[in-house]
């Protein structure tokens, strides 16, 4: 055979050589790249059986994913191919779950651990944070931190209404900003002035990073051409600065059931307190986990009520009927107590649908099997990650009657039979609102009815520059799910006078 000369090739013809290359390594992927198992147990369906679309070889289903729209494919994906399946990406093989019946399995058992995909920008909590600071997100702390995010929700209404309804907000913004607020406030115990100094490096940094460390799921595509995480020294800076501020005042009471008294309290693996930039950077995770989520759902709850009449008005009268709505010459209405949320049965329903249909975290769980491990009859090999998308599991027909209808009455009228079909044990609805790995269900819950609340009783809403359908053309999906360009709404005070920012 004649000697190749790979200098004068790759000089005279460079494309030649480099299409050669890459067929050597497609060939050299589809033999080696089988990965070999071992035997798959008896009483297992080998991982091959399960369905899923066909991919091409190397890129495997890169190209079924437009950009920002991961979540639709997901979706149609559960529809053709049943309650698992599995894609992959690069040789990265992901199982699609939205069978209720496996979700306590892959959940709750030490076989499948957090995806190292998963892990947001500003870093995961550790396992020791997580469980000092549960007890921070009982019933009693859920209290104190509802009035914190009723203070901030009051703060933006007056914002909004001295702007008056002529300058639609961008409430995909606003939130964030008020969320943030309402999380440092909770974990730092922070001033405003404090807030007002650190609140824009860190929002940034929040942003960029969660961008980028959901890519890899959320936008496959995008994240081949993204630059990667970015270090931000100012958001570092800003984070210890807070830790700082909160340190100077002392060490927390041993009866301080706060959430800054026990993220004061949080030790290493090894019991020792952690440094200031240890805290720091739980302290980044946590409130990287809670913001974009929290405010993402209620701007998708305004968003719902924005665009259907009805449901703005059967959520006027439910809060006149318990004395929370502004209107004629009342200034400000009463505000909701923590006390008052069950008494909002309609309120709770709406923002139910809304999270069910429109799930701000719709990427969803993310896992990854630390072994080869089994899962709803299949054999998984060690490596896999395993998802459960939020807008598959939530419109998928097993698990829901007419689960394209945004139908608040299945949550306040159980003879209409709406409801998480029988057989799913609640875990259709784990994730409404948050499902029970989010430390904070609870708070979570509370604190999106706390925005909705106040917003929806002192103003009507309504979108600005189009209508829905022209609205959800946009809708995208990076780190949450969210309205490209943003997501403006215009706010008519219910009352013809004005309120006072400040509880
Ligand atoms: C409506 C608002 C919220 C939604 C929709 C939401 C959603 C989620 C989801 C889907 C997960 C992943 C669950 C899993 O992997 O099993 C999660 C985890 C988590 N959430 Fe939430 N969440 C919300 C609010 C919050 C708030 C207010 C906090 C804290 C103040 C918070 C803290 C966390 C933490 C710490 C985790 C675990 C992250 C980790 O272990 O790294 N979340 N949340």
Redesign the pocket.
């Given at each position: 055979m004649a000697d190749i000369d790979f200098a004068s090739l790759a000089q005279e013809q460079p494309y030649l050589l480099a299409a050669a290359l890459g067929a050597i390594a497609i060939l050299l992927f589809l033999l080696l790249g089988r990965k070999s198992y071992g035997p798959v147990p008896k009483h297992l369906k080998s991982f091959d059986k399960i369905p899923g679309p066909v991919g091409l070889p190397v890129v495997g289903n890169l190209l079924s994913f437009g950009s920002g729209k991961a979540y639709l494919t997901w979706t149609e994906w559960a529809k053709a191919y049943g309650k698992v399946y599995r894609y992959s990406v690069f040789g990265k093989n992901v199982v699609v779950v939205t069978d209720p019946a496996a979700l306590p399995t892959l959940?709750g058992s030490d076989s499948f651990s957090?995806s190292p995909l998963?892990?947001?920008g500003e870093g995961?909590?550790s396992k020791e944070a997580?469980a000092g600071?549960v007890p921070a997100f009982g019933p009693e702390e859920a209290k104190a931190q509802f009035s914190v995010a009723l203070r901030r929700a009051v703060d933006l209404a007056a914002k909004i209404d001295k702007d008056g309804p002529d300058r639609p907000t961008d409430m995909q913004a606003a939130l964030e900003e008020a969320v943030l607020d309402t999380?440092l406030t909770?974990t730092f115990d922070a001033s405003s002035e404090k807030l007002d100094s650190v609140r824009k490096p860190l929002q940034a940094s929040l942003r960029t990073n969660s961008i980028q460390a959901a890519g890899p799921i959320s936008n496959p595509m995008g994240a081949l051409f993204s630059g990667g995480a970015k270090a931000s020294p100012k958001a570092d800076a800003a984070w210890v600065e807070l830790v700082r501020g909160m340190r100077r005042r002392g060490p927390a009471a041993k009866s301080d059931t706060s959430l800054a008294a026990a993220l004061s309290r949080l030790t290493d693996a090894s019991g020792a307190p952690l440094s200031d930039e240890a805290l720091a950077a739980q302290a980044a995770?946590?409130t990287a986990?809670?913001l974009e989520?929290?405010a993402q759902?209620v701007a998708w709850a305004l968003f719902s009520v924005a665009t259907t009449p009805s449901l703005q008005d059967g959520i006027a009268k439910e809060l006149s009927d318990n004395g929370l709505l502004a209107h004629g010459e009342e200034r400000e209405p009463r505000l909701p107590e923590y006390d008052d949320l069950p008494k909002l049965p309609y309120l709770t329903a709406v923002i139910k649908e809304s999270?069910r249909l429109f799930?701000?975290?719709a990427i969803?769980?993310?896992r990854y099997a630390a072994k080869n491990t089994e899962l709803a009859g299949y054999f998984i090999p060690k490596g896999t990650h395993v998802q459960v998308p939020?807008l598959a599991l939530h419109t998928a027909p097993w698990n829901w009657p007419q689960p394209e209808r945004f139908w608040p009455e299945r949550w306040t009228t159980p003879e209409l039979r709406g409801g998480p079909k029988a057989g799913t044990e609640g875990l259709a609805s784990a994730?409404l609102?948050?499902?029970?790995?989010?430390?904070?269900s609870h708070?979570?819950?509370a604190?999106?009815a706390a925005f909705v609340a106040v917003l929806a009783s002192r103003f009507k809403v309504s979108l600005a520059g189009g209508g829905r359908k022209a609205a959800l053309e946009r809708q995208t999906l990076d780190s949450s799910l969210r309205l490209a360009g943003g997501m403006k709404m215009v706010f008519v005070p219910r009352a013809s006078i004005g309120f006072s920012s400040r509880l």
């Open positions: 959940l957090k998963a892990v947001a995961a909590l997580h600071l999380v909770n995770a946590l986990a809670a989520p929290t759902s999270q799930p701000a975290a969803g769980p993310l939020l994730f609102p948050c499902g029970a790995s989010c430390i904070s708070v979570a819950e604190q999106v």
